[in-house]
């Protein structure tokens, strides 16, 4: 019987997404879901897979290790080298998230402007590694204003 989490993500599919494999996928889905925001757009359970979508069309793919597609050895903190980054409207709430559920943070919070042709963009942002050490920033912006 098919049900909400059957069909497509609601924003349209998105061009480029990316998959990240996971040690638990239970644990991973808690933390994009419950503390990211995001929700499932659809699962395959039979194959550990979930795609998640937020309301502002943003889109990710998590995927528990299998041996099928990993390239390398899974070591953690697991996505060395790439950063993921998620603007939200209200860092405040997200930040109240993390403290509920005593999830560290990897750097921040903190305010940065940086230049954007002929001005600046500023935006408050946080950094915190999801359940298998992918590197998330978290940022809402707050502007722009002429470069200095």
């Not at 860092?91 to 903190?110: D, H, K, M, T, V």
Request: aromatic share 10%.
């Amino acid at each position: 019987m098919a049900n909400e989490l059957d069909g497509p993500p609601k924003s349209g599919w998105a061009s480029f997404v990316a998959e990240l494999h996971v040690g638990d996928l239970d644990m991973s889905l808690s933390f994009w879901r419950d503390v990211l925001g995001f929700g499932v757009a659809y699962q395959r359970g039979s194959e550990r897979f979930v795609y998640l979508e937020r309301e502002d069309g943003s889109q990710i793919m998590l995927c528990q290790q299998n041996g099928r597609f990993e390239t390398g050895n899974m070591d953690r903190p697991l996505g060395r080298g790439v950063m993921f980054q998620l603007y939200i409207d209200d860092l405040e709430s997200f930040l109240a998230r993390l403290e509920e559920r005593q999830l560290p943070i990897y750097l921040g919070p903190r305010e940065v402007w940086r230049a954007v042709g002929l001005s600046e963009a500023g935006q408050r942002e946080v950094f915190v590694q999801d359940p298998d050490g992918y590197l998330v920033m978290v940022a809402q912006s707050i502007g722009t204003r002429a470069a200095t």
